[in-house]
């Protein structure tokens, strides 16, 4: 498919991330509501503390692809014209995932107008997430540039 294709596609499925993050927070904050509060600070510590850790768990992952004789020979920078679902580049596909949790995120943060402050807390770290995501897509794109094509 055309890169135009996949910019609509990958759009379409940022937007339903945004929509239905939105819709369905409260069901999962309404969980979160019946723990004690020191358990959710607890959750919310613990879950951001993990998302620093996404960069190099990313590394260590894409390294593994790296080394793969079934990747692609040369990696192609990941753009939103790049179909994310071609295995042999494992940079599309996480590039995407970071701009997908980045709109989910973003629709929890909205969320909060009417979810409260779990929902804003939820969001930001959503948010985090999808920026640590990216920056281990870049962190790999330089560890492991033997695999990256020239930029034309």
């Known amino acids: ?12 499925l940022l937007a339903y991330g945004f929509i239905a993050a939105a819709a369905t927070a409260h069901v999962q904050l309404a969980q979160l509501r019946s723990f004690p509060f020191a ?9 951001a503390v993990m998302l620093l850790a ?7 992952v894409i390294g593994f692809q790296a080394v793969n ?8 920078r990941p ?4 179909n994310p679902f071609r295995f042999g580049n494992p940079l599309l596909f996480f590039h995407f995932a970071g701009y997908f949790f980045g ?23 959503g948010m985090v997430g999808a ?5 281990g897509v870049r962190w790999a794109m330089h560890v492991y540039r033997f695999k990256m094509a020239p930029v034309s």
């Open 69 to 76: 004789p079934f990747s692609d020979k040369m990696w192609t």
């Open 131 to 135: 920026f640590t995501t990216l920056v």
């Open 39 to 47: 358990m959710t600070l607890g959750f919310y510590v613990v879950c």
């Open 103 to 125: 709109a989910a995120g973003l629709g929890v943060l909205v969320s909060a107008l009417w979810n409260g402050l779990p929902a804003l807390l939820g969001g930001l770290e």
């Open 79 to 82: 753009t939103h014209q790049s």
């Open 54 to 60: 996404i960069p190099l768990m990313l590394v260590a």
């Open 1 to 12: 498919m055309a890169g135009k294709t996949w910019f609509r596609i990958r759009s379409g």
